[in-house]
């Protein structure tokens, strides 16, 4: 007698089908990894990525969380242990699993471009390390020099920073040109 199995996609129950038809509809991507599948007789489910033989090896892909509750009383794999042949024996050959493309080779990194930064009006240039420059803010009315520190990534062109003087109380403006080297 062959088996009749069952499946949940989307909250609907589908079937009655064959093995060899679940595992069509597997491989034609009708049945998901994270569907529940069912023998007939059998109450409770599995996940269909824990039933063995139902997607090929490359493209059973695991599901990272289980759902508290099973969607229209399916349950889960917890519950129950799916047998694990799937198609029923036919006397036909299993399908042969297709073969995953071969990944090709990551390129190698490229080397990062030394950047340069000058201080323009209002900027006074304390270190860079060509990816980030180290300045302070310097007012250009009263030449009031700001005591921290401010760190900038070096970008091509010019960058405008922006500042308010204690000592005029006024807002000024400074400039940090950037070039490759």
Not at 38 to 58: D, R, T
Not at 60 to 65: G, H, N
Not at 149 to 167: D, E, N, Y
Request: charged content about 20%; overall charge positive; aromatic content about 6%.
């Amino acid at each position: 007698m062959v088996s009749r199995w069952y499946y949940a996609h989307d909250g609907e129950k589908i079937g009655p089908c064959s093995g060899p038809q679940l595992q069509d509809l597997a491989s034609l991507g009708r049945i998901l990894s994270g569907d529940t599948v069912w023998k007939e007789g059998i109450e409770k489910g599995s996940l269909a990525c824990k039933v063995k033989g139902l997607f090929p090896p490359a493209a059973a892909a695991p599901v990272a969380e289980l759902p508290a509750e099973p969607a229209s009383g399916a349950a889960t794999v917890r519950d129950i242990l799916l047998p694990a042949v799937l198609v029923e024996t036919t006397g036909q050959q299993s399908p042969k699993p297709i073969s995953a493309t071969p990944k090709r080779p990551n390129p190698p990194p490229q080397p990062v471009k030394s950047l340069r930064a000058v201080g323009g009006k209002g900027v006074v240039i304390v270190g860079q390390d060509g990816i980030n420059v180290k300045f302070r803010k310097k007012c250009t009315a009263c030449a009031h020099e700001d005591t921290c520190w401010h760190t900038l990534r070096i970008q091509a062109g010019t960058t405008r920073v922006s500042f308010f003087c204690p000592k005029c109380r006024k807002k000024r403006d400074g400039e940090i040109q950037g070039y490759a080297s």
